[in-house]
């Protein structure tokens, strides 16, 4: 059974998560791509995100963070499914981030 890491967004990375390159600051969907969710899953680890509490969130931050996944790494959506699983009241938001990893991978493909 592979090992699962549980990140609360707010608390293990920032309350106020926004932008979707590093050079829009510490708290872009980038920098959480790629200092928290790509180390966990290259590492073979499953993870869990838990999103309610952040400030919010742009479409830019979770597209980059989510979607980036498939750009830069190398898991596909249905190995995403597998070893990702997002948590949080707003299920309108879970979807988008499945719709943008979904994304990413038909246009990889």
Known sequence: MRKSVMIDVGKDFSMYPAGRFVDDGPASGAAFRDKVLVPY????????????????????FLEEAFGGLVRVGEWPASELRTRVTIRSMDESMIEEIWDYIEAADKARH
């Open 41 to 60: 899953l290259k590492s073979g680890q499953s993870v869990e995100v838990f999103l309610d509490n952040a400030e919010g969130y742009g479409s830019s």
